[in-house]
């Protein structure tokens, strides 16, 4: 029973990680239906400028959490503006070619030597970690640190949501541009600030990998970006609430089936329970069907 | 007569096209590794071209062409294997099972992922790569000779270019008949507009998943002749990043263009090549110089290189209306 419920902190850890980057990913669909496939990048990009923040330049490492965080910002938004919005009003799959390219460039760019480098580094963590033992179960400091902080990002999150004006303009930029612009809200600039928090929250989700799982390279984005998405999808892309709740079913189902099945599978088993859930809710758990109009 | 004479320039066409290719093989201006180039760039028109059918003029949004590119690779690379006593006619047979095995397990996933739309569609089929992709990297445990992650080897090699040349043309030419079929024109529709096409009597059901089984049967072959092009076979070369590359070749070649996807296809392969040799000590910068490319193009042609355009010969003279007099021909 005590492995069980440690395989259940393993996969809250993972999914809470997952949650975060699924959020960016949500958001953006949200608002240009667009997957932003350049998402993950971002959010290796994260991982590294963190893990440089607290060991090159010895920052403590909460500022080096935001350094992460303002500079996945402002990558999200230059490569909004530059790569996204030339095709924002182009046939849907030139953005989405347009953002596989900006994921390509990320990669190869990140993986030049003077810049991070192609290798594996394995990330020495900033803080002691503390291990305690509760009836078997073991749980660090390091997992307590990952819940705190995305507890409290996604309660700021609710609040810019649903208490702000920008809020306001980007659950109305979501729902219909054209509208938006007739009341007023300036389209271009909420969505640039959309990208702009997605964008932070996966740099804050870079770093917690990092600490999560202390070893980081140029590709991380890859697997883990999509597998986040995944997650978006699952619980029903769009929906701030499903992101979250997709990315804690993955995590779950990904740490379970490691621990329980085959570790070789986990890939699999996740994407053929997200074919199935697709086929019985084409929109994700919480995703709302709509008909189509003619 | 158009007709005629449009097939007869064809014809001399790609006779004078095998001859260039053949002439430039012959003199050692094209090396046995540009060979393998020029064979994989063909591999790349075949492959390109059933996800053209999938999405360029069916509008079913696929992410996983390399799935069944990989599925008809590996169960061609098995049939050449086992039945490699018998020459060239297992080899052949190894064609036919390749195209089979995807067209069957594309039949078989169509019919219920086709179900989905859109985006949600790449998704469930990006999905499906993944699943694929972890089988094939376990295949060993079912048969040995798969190799699983170790990679497969000892599939018989074609040594001839003509193999890939007169597929790559038949598969075009097959392409071509499709597209402008009943069926073809049955998939156009349902691109354009699912609900009109169903009102006029197109059933979408049986029309994409027609469709489907077409373009994932093309990637069967494009895997068959994969795994006798390269004595080396690993999962990684069906992995999704895979299947991305088919997306593009399909989406810069314009959607719905025979002609760009083909040389869209053969461009798009040599270029890799030329980076690697072009950039020589800064060789690092070819996955940015490629991702560049990428992003630069399509914002400058968004609606793709070719889009919109179509190579004469393959638009048959009947479905062109020209305004012209009635005079007996």
Redesign the interface.
Known sequence: MAIFIQQIVNGLQLGLVYALIALGYTMVYGII?L?NFAHGDVFMVGAFVGFFGYTVTKLPWPVALVIAMVTCAAIGVLNERL?YR??RY?????AL??A??????L???C???FIFG?NYISVTLPLKVITWIIDGVRITNVQVIILVTVVVFLTLLQLLIFRTKLGAAMRTVSFDHDAARLMGVDVDKTISFTFAVGSGLAGIGGVLFGFAYPEIWTFLG?MTG?KA??AA?LGG?GLIPGAVLGALIMGQVEIMTAAYVSS??R??VA??I??IV??IR??GILGRNEP?K? | MDKNKQVILALVGVVVLYIILKALIMTGVLGPYWQIILNYALIYVIGGLGLSIIYGFTGQFSLGHAAFVGIGAYSAGLFAITFSHYGAWGSLGSLVVGIVCAGVVGYLIGVPILRLKSDYLGIATLGFNFIVYDGLQNSDKLFPAMGGAQGMTGVPQFQTFEWYFVAAVLVVILARNFVFSTHGRACTAIRENETAANVVGVSPARTKIMAFTIGCALAGLAGALYCHNYPYLNPDSFSFLESINYLIVVVLGGLGSLAGTVITAVGWAFLLELLRLVLGPFYAFRGVIYALILIVVIIVRSQGIFGGMEAPFLVPQIGRRKPRAIVGS
């Not at chain 1, 596989?100 to 460039?105: L, N, P």
């Open positions: 239906k997957i790569v030339p095709l182009a046939a849907k799959i030139s070619i347009s596989i390219g900006a994921s390509f460039f990669e190869y760019f993986s030049l030597n192609p890859v999509l998405f995944i999808v892309i070789q599978a890939d699999a994407f053929a997200l074919i697709l086929l084409p929109s189509e003619i």
